[in-house]
């Protein structure tokens, strides 16, 4: 036969008193019950209630962050803002990564920057429409005075 543990105050209290063969451990206090629900405050000028602090409640002055040069970090980040400059024909096609649900085409800028894109991000003026093994075919918003058009870079054989 197993012995188990009674866990709580009143059952260790009670074995230690059953051993000490003292009188007997009076009853635990009873939990005090819930009060009345606080009544309504007054208004300030009431009999019997002092008016509020005039400091309290008083709005602070708006701030305004002083981005010094930097980035603002409470503005949202968009890398369609950053590179809306770059022209797609001036872009190259470097690589090509297969994933096991997408095609990633690996591009660089005339800047040097690189960056992967699949089908349905945007780079500059265009935004990609397909990825093959060997290219990636853009969709290029229209000039004026001529319609959309499609660019697709392929990738150099070496």
């Given amino acids: 036969m ?22 007997p451990p009076a009853a635990p206090p009873k939990p005090p019950t819930p009060a009345a ?7 300030p000028g009431a009999a019997g209630v002092r008016p509020l ?13 002083d981005a010094k040069g930097r980035r603002d970090p409470f503005a949202p980040v968009s890398l369609a803002s950053e590179n809306k400059g770059i022209n797609v024909t001036a872009a190259k096609l470097v690589g090509i990564v297969r994933g096991r649900q997408d ?27 397909g990825v093959t093994a060997t290219s990636v075919t853009f969709a290029v918003a229209a ?6 058009t499609t660019v697709t870079l392929r990738l150099a054989l070496d």
């Fill in 103 to 129: 095609v990633l085409a690996l591009i660089e800028g005339p800047d040097g920057v690189g960056y992967i894109l699949k089908s349905g991000d945007g780079l500059g003026n265009g935004r990609v429409i």
């Fill in 2 to 23: 197993k012995l188990r543990w009674m866990a709580g105050p009143l059952a260790g209290a009670t074995l230690l008193g059953g051993c000490s063969g003292a009188e």
């Fill in 53 to 65: 602090d005039p400091g309290a409640g008083r709005a602070l002055p708006p701030l305004a962050y």
């Fill in 37 to 43: 629900a606080p009544a309504a405050p007054a208004a």
């Fill in 143 to 148: 000039q004026p005075g001529q319609g959309p």
